[in-house]
């Protein structure tokens, strides 16, 4: 049985970081493990995600340049390292995981069968 579950979120500043960790209990080899958020009145949005084999990582345009995602295999963690942080960046932010056979990861939600419930990130002066 996965299990996911978030920690890290919270109340930052504009231009402040903030890093995400993701649990991940029940993950075995060739398993993605991708990061959404989704803000009130939005539809979903992948952000990141990372294979538990290769390490192979894909960011959401959001993200690219401003946010890091990286696996501990021994710790069965996942974090998100965001920097550069904007009032848009607030959201509910989940982490995700399906098994995968290729050695990549999807930014699509329907991909994911195993999701968290999620952390808030709040970014405001």
């Known amino acids: 049985q996965v299990q996911l579950v978030e920690s890290g979120g919270g109340l930052v500043q504009p231009g402040g970081s903030l890093k995400l960790s993701c649990a991940a209990s029940?993950?075995?080899?060739?398993?993605?493990i991708g990061w959404f958020r989704q803000a009130p009145g939005k539809a979903r949005e992948g952000v990141a995600c990372?294979?538990?084999?290769?390490?192979?990582?894909s960011y959401g345009d959001s993200a690219e340049g401003r946010f890091t995602i990286a696996r501990d295999n021994a710790e069965n963690t996942v974090y998100l390292q965001m920097t550069s942080l904007q009032p848009e960046d607030t959201a509910e932010y989940f982490c995700?995981?399906?098994?995968?056979?290729?050695?990549?990861?999807?930014?699509?939600?329907?991909?994911?069968?195993?999701w968290g419930q999620g952390t808030q990130v709040t970014v405001s002066s």
């Open positions: 995700a995981a399906y098994h995968q056979g290729n050695n990549w990861c999807s930014l699509r939600a329907p991909a994911y069968d195993y």
């Open positions: 990372i294979t538990t084999t290769n390490g192979r990582s």
């Open positions: 029940g993950v075995s080899d060739a398993y993605a």
